[in-house]
């Protein structure tokens, strides 16, 4: 199971939106409404931001934006802020009844 | 609160075999599916296997299936990771994760990891 592709980078200026692509195959993102995205600051655990493509856990800012077309996913960070300086990463649910991730996007605030 | 703490990493040798834990508390334990991730040295994530709630099904990803097996102990909120036939390419932190019921990937609370290093 290859990886799933991301920008290695993305960069805003505060109060910008940015995108983060998550281009899978049919037998993952394009396959299941199972697309979830982590952000991991520096020597910190991955902390789960989207599930289920579209849906924030409780204590996520609505800065934070999930959507799917076909086999690619995106996630959107509206207002960005110091803070969201952060590596992403999405994964999926497979048709191999694993989990595959995406190979990470670093994001800079400028 | 949810907390998640893995133990067991450690140096080991090319072809020897270390079994991590992870001591799960603040949810119900047998409810959920859970998951061993790694990340190698400044790289991304990588996902490593998964166990149903009950332990009775479990899925592996290719570069370690045959040689790691992950189980679960639901009386004692444990989460097990038996890795044997170990590799200088093994060498990575290991993450536990708690998943919803679905089993899916959407894993709410991680573990601080536990380092493992595979080396001569």
């Known amino acids: 199971q290859s990886a799933l592709t991301q920008p290695d980078s993305v960069s805003g200026s505060p109060g910008q939106s940015i995108t983060i692509s998550c281009t899978g195959t049919?037998?993952?993102?394009?396959?299941?409404?199972?697309v979830s995205w982590f952000q991991q600051h520096p020597g910190k655990a991955p902390e789960l931001i989207i599930y289920?493509?579209?849906n924030r856990p409780s204590g996520v800012s609505n800065r934070f934006s999930g959507s799917k077309s076909g086999n690619t996913a995106s996630l959107t960070i509206s207002g960005l802020q110091d803070e969201d300086e952060a590596d992403y990463y999405c994964?999926?649910?497979?048709?191999?009844?694993?989990?595959?991730f995406g190979t990470g996007t670093k994001v800079t605030v400028l | 609160e949810v907390h998640l703490v893995e133990s067991g990493g450690g140096l080991v040798q090319p072809g020897g075999s270390l079994r991590l834990s992870c001591a799960a508390s603040?949810?119900?334990?047998?409810?959920?599916?859970m998951h061993w991730v790694r990340q190698l040295p400044g790289k991304g994530l990588v996902w490593v296997a998964r166990?149903?709630?009950?332990?009775?099904?479990?899925s592996y990803a290719a570069s370690v299936r045959g040689r790691f097996t992950i189980s679960r102990d639901n009386a004692k909120s444990t989460l097990y990771l038996q890795m044997n036939s170990l590799r200088a390419e093994d060498t990575a932190v290991y993450y536990c994760?708690?998943?919803?019921?679905?089993?899916?990937?959407?894993?709410?609370?991680w573990g601080q990891g536990t380092l493992v290093t595979v080396s001569s």
């Open positions: 289920e493509v579209t």
């Open positions: 994760a708690k998943d919803s019921i679905l089993g899916s990937g959407s894993s709410d609370y």
């Open positions: 603040g949810f119900i334990f047998s409810d959920y599916w």
């Open positions: 166990v149903r709630s009950d332990g009775s099904d479990a």
């Open positions: 049919s037998s993952d993102v394009g396959g299941f409404n199972y």
């Open positions: 994964s999926s649910f497979t048709s191999s009844h694993t989990v595959v």
